[in-house]
Nanobody
Framework: QVQLVESGGGLVQPGGSLRLSCAASGTIFNIYAMGWYRQAPEKQRELVADITSGGRITYADSVKGRFTISRDNAKNTVYLQMNSLKPEDTAVYYC?????????????WGQGTQVTVSS
C-alpha cells in the first residue's frame, strides 16, 4: 500500500510563509506526478500545483509567483513553499501521487493538512 504523510500546515498571518511536505512510502514502481490540491469550506477541491517525473510544473493562476513546488525524487517527497499567504489561501491541503504499483496505475491521496491564514 502507498501512504502519503503530509506535514507543515498551521496558522499564519497574512503575508507570512509556510512550507508543506509530503513523503510517499510503500512499494511504488514509478511516480509519474506528485502535487498539491486544496479544499476550502463549501468549495470544490482544486489543483494548487503539481510536478511530473520529467519536471514539468503546473500552478493554479491564484498562486503563481507566490508558491513554489519542488520534489526530491530520492526521498519520494514533494514540497510546497507558500509565500505571501492570503486569507483566501485558507484550506485543507492534500497531497496527491499518481503512479504505478503492483495494483496498476492509480492516484493516492494524503490525509490533508490544515492551512489557516488569519490575523
Amino acid at each position: 500500500q502507498v501512504q502519503l504523510v503530509e506535514s507543515g500546515g498551521g496558522l499564519v498571518q497574512p503575508g507570512g510563509s509556510l512550507r508543506l511536505s509530503c513523503a510517499a512510502s510503500g512499494t511504488i514502481f514509478n511516480i509519474y506526478a506528485m502535487g498539491w490540491y486544496r479544499q476550502a469550506p463549501e468549495k470544490q477541491r482544486e489543483l494548487v500545483a503539481d510536478i511530473t517525473s520529467g519536471g514539468r510544473i503546473t500552478y493554479a493562476d491564484s498562486v503563481k509567483g507566490r508558491f513554489t513546488i519542488s520534489r526530491d525524487n530520492a526521498k519520494n517527497t514533494v514540497y510546497l513553499q507558500m509565500n505571501s499567504l492570503k486569507p483566501e489561501d485558507t484550506a485543507v491541503y492534500y497531497c496527491k501521487l499518481y503512479g504505478s504499483t503492483r495494483y496498476g496505475i492509480q492516484e493516492y491521496w494524503g490525509q490533508g493538512t490544515q492551512v489557516t491564514v488569519s490575523s
